[in-house]
């Protein structure tokens, strides 16, 4: 057997994939996400990109960092730089109860898991529920992120309506009713309460307390994932689905959005049987979290005014929001319609009728304007009218501008459409029943 | 829905799991590990424990990592607290392959994936090849945090007996063609060739080539995992499977030995195709890998002299092992035998004839030392008369006193053995068979 060379590593091996066949049955459902596709070109400076998630962490006081985090090495870097424990550092879960009081959740520090952000606890949870063809029934639309991991451990999405309130309790009553006619088994309910993951909308307070009847009557767990809960515009944040159930919710959390993503600090709070599992699953896919970065974000609460940088966070995403949404009253033709976000990161516009958000983009871009389409937000094919605006990283003026960029593309397909119809058009045609229609 | 309060949560939380019946089947091969369950125990000051295999990080110098963090911090603060790539840091995966060149292997950053410590990339892969009911070949007996990945993927193991010298290629053949004779489907050989954990050998030169052979003839993917490769005791580290073969080797590394664990640092090396499906799978289970993480490991690579530092350890290990040898020469019965490590933290120890490990453990507990039990690196029962045997942690005096105790434990053992026989003893005359009892 002889020394292969790198360059003929490189020849052989980007040719062909000759473990094709050798794959498990999920890692067919494992693609490139839309929104990942468009990354490359949504960073080129000269677009602006309304297209990612990002927070706008510019703000941070990387002195206060800097200095909490040489602290840490000095006084404790030889635990900071270990093993740690599984289940997460245990000054950090007091401190994720802490944080959590402040939507009316009571819970105590053992029930909590750190997770590598809280895309790992969506992965965890999956992990430990659903087996191949369980069902999982989300809203319409959708986190990419979720529909990617339950694609992963082929799982099947049922969707259930939303409106400008939040997951529509009828649409969830009638998708477990039809599920359950159909044979199948639902694992659980995965919902973002506030400040939805595309959808900018937020359950309403009647609404929660009626979905939550729904699910203990259906006896379906709840999966509450709650990363924008701290950055809404009113003056209280939105009372957590767990604060009023304990045993039938699971709550995920994330530091990302009030502090900084690059730690990758999320948490899952569970009922204590489930949590156990939870730990069990986290040592068998990382040992343990890890300790540095759980400890960098537990100093950093410990040492500022964590609650103070939050509502800076929430002003600047205002102002943010704002631009938005103002840009698209003044120039968008008045077809379109649009969600009006009470918090968050996103807007979910709704194009007028013939058009597709996902034909459209290539033009977009040319345009120098990027955004998700509203079908990576769909398990089924749907959304193809309708675009995720994510307004979290442009400033206030690049916003006006990518709005004017893209009512610019909008009207020349207007044009188009008028002149020509969908007729042959590539991807027009399909999607437009879709609910998120009903969103506006 | 009344508001529940934390005291009311604990009590209805604690007593029984009313999710028993929904896990998936997965779950049910998640269960606690016999190192987890010792190490409450183990970590009490006064016992010896050679159970862990936490390394020895005291000799990092904290100065140097904390300049190196808050420089960071403040030059890329923006940058390392954001999200990053899927695939893990660019700048990182290049030095990645500057460490691996070390080993003789040639590689293009554009196939390293980086991943949550080198547990995560066993995840990853087992997630992207196996179904339930394939099988990895392991060697026996092998790492426990690999066995528990294989149990959460429903994957069944088949063992391959190890010598002194490493895995017995004919025991390979034969678990090969016996586990084909029975219809089943092997994704993979899982494969510690250097400083083996928990078994303590390296596999030879010679029979690193025969490996290789063996498995590309029978056209079976090799997983090599390697985490303490630079931790050998000799002049030079052993040369990797994935210096010889490219295409058919998919090498696993890690920081957690050679800077420190706490950071979850780890990487696998892959053929591109399969590459491409691990980035995947990162993304579905993480987004991406922590920044901050990658960026001190690479800060810390950059600025400082890591290998002098690997020397150091090396240094250090190496007086460790040998105060175990040593004592183990002087103390133990002539009717024990154990490995004789060239690298890494482990000894593997077998017991005289009708002792066992995992029975005799609450005993040892009792005088003050902890193992971990030989059953814990068997997916099949095996192992019971010996016992992983960890140098890296404690310091030479204690290793001593740790052997002194533990042969007092053995021989009222063998005394009581003497008198009694073993019948009646509970665990007693599971796992005679073992192949390991071949390793000494």
Known sequence: MSET???????????????????????QGMTASEIRALFS????????????????????????????????????????????????????????????????????????????????????????????????????PSYVGALGVFRAYEVDVVHAEMDRHGLVPDALRQAIAATRAAGKRIKFLYTIPNYHNPAGVSLSPERRAEVLEICREADILILEDNPYGLLGFGDEPHRALRADEAEGVIYLGSFSKTFAPGFRVGWALAPHAVREKLVLAQESATLCPPSFSQMVVSAYLESHDWQGQVKEFREMYRERRDALLEALEDMMPPTASW?????????????????????????AVTARVAYVPGTAFYADGFGARSMRLSYCYPTPERIREGVRR???????????????????????????????????
């Open 5 to 27: 060379g790198p360059g003929q590593v490189r020849r052989s091996s980007t040719r062909l994939d000759s473990y094709v066949d050798r794959y498990a049955a999920r890692t």
């Open 41 to 140: 070109v949504a960073s080129r400076p000269e677009v602006v990109s309304l297209a990612g998630g990002m927070p706008n962490i510019s703000g941070l006081p990387l002195d206060v960092v800097g200095k909490a985090v040489s602290t840490l090495v000095r006084d404790h870097g030889a635990v900071a730089m270990q093993y740690g424990s599984g289940q997460g550092d245990p000054r950090l879960r007091e401190q994720i109860c802490d944080v959590m009081r402040l939507e009316g959740v009571e819970a105590h520090p053992d029930d909590v898991v750190v997770t590598v952000g809280s895309q790992q606890a969506v992965d965890l949870v999956t992990r430990i529920f659903c087996d191949p063809g369980d069902v999982v029934i989300c809203e319409a």
């Open 339 to 363: 969600t009006v976000p009470d918090g968050g990161f996103y807007v979910w516009l709704t194009l007028p009728e013939g058009l597709d958000a996902k034909a459209m983009l290539p033009r």
């Open 406 to 440: 893209l009512v610019g593309v909008i009207e020349e397909e207007l044009e188009l459409h008028q002149t020509f119809g969908t007729a042959g058009r590539p991807g027009v045609g399909r999607g437009y029943e879709s609910p998120n229609t009903d969103l506006t």
